[in-house]
Nanobody, 124 residues
Framework: QVQLVESGGGLVQPGGSLRLSCAAS????????IGWFRQAPGKEREGVSC????????YYADSVKGRFTISRDNAKNTVYLQMNSLKPEDTAVYYC?????????????????WGQGTQVTVSS
């Protein structure tokens, strides 16, 4: 059974950093694109970042470019999202997801498997 488990969320002050992890089970994460999405209270879910497997390309929402970095460790079957220079508007529940394809998609409805989410709160 395909399973994704996020971890690493928490409370951080503006300007701080967090690293989120997305651990996979029952499939080899390195074969497929993995996306990170987030949803803030009262807002629609939005795509944050994605890493493909065709050529290792990475994609970022404009709102996080230059601050967030996505990476994967195939040996650990885990994808990471390093988040630096965090802002209060980054506060949300963050989810990782896969549609078991090699390419990235910005559309959440194309993803079939989701983790349970991890809360990120940026506040002083």
């Amino acid at each position: 059974q395909v399973q994704l488990v996020e971890s690493g969320g928490g409370l951080v002050q503006p300007g701080g950093s967090l690293r989120l992890s997305c651990a996979a089970s029952a499939f080899t994460l390195g074969y497929y694109a993995i996306g990170w999405f987030r949803q803030a209270p009262g807002k629609e879910r939005e795509g944050v970042s994605c890493i493909s497997t065709s050529d290792g390309s990475t994609y970022y929402a404009d709102s996080v470019k230059g601050r967030f970095t996505i990476s994967r460790d195939n040996a650990k079957n885990t994808v990471y999202l390093q988040m630096n220079s965090l802002k209060p508007e980054d506060t949300a529940v963050y989810y990782c997801a896969t549609h078991l394809r090699y390419y990235c998609s910005a559309f959440g409805y194309e993803y079939d498997y989701w983790g349970q989410g991890t809360q990120v709160t940026v506040s002083s």
